[in-house]
């Protein structure tokens, strides 16, 4: 099986912004943070599960809403072989910074 949080950065590392698993160690304006909140095994042969769902969510935190960066991230993660499941913005007051949600399904058949 894939390892899904491996292959979320391998894909958006090359957009050289800084990409965190969970929680944002940085200083810089715009920067990824995702989780993986569910993986789930899909189908069963007999007994035997041969697929598997991980969904995941990829937050965009930058000072305004960034859409080049979302629109780019979006496209890595599709040719990456992830469906998008939703996507909006809000403010957030926490990090006073506009996060950019992604919502992410892989399917690991």
């Known amino acids: 099986m894939i390892e899904v949080d491996e ?4 894909t958006l590392k090359p957009l050289k912004y800084p990409v965190f698993k969970f929680k944002a160690i940085t200083k810089e ?27 995941a969510t ?28 939703g996507s909006h913005s809000v403010f957030n007051d926490e990090t006073d910074r506009i996060q950019n949600i992604i919502e992410i399904l892989y399917e690991d058949l």
């Open 58 to 85: 990829v937050n965009i935190y930058s000072d305004d809403e960034n859409k080049k960066l979302v629109k780019a991230v979006k496209l890595k993660l599709r040719k990456a072989g992830f469906s998008i499941i």
């Open 7 to 10: 292959l979320i950065v391998k």
């Open 29 to 55: 304006p715009t920067y990824i943070v995702f989780y993986i909140w569910n993986e789930s095994e899909m189908f069963h042969a007999g007994d035997k599960p041969f697929g598997e769902a991980t969904r």
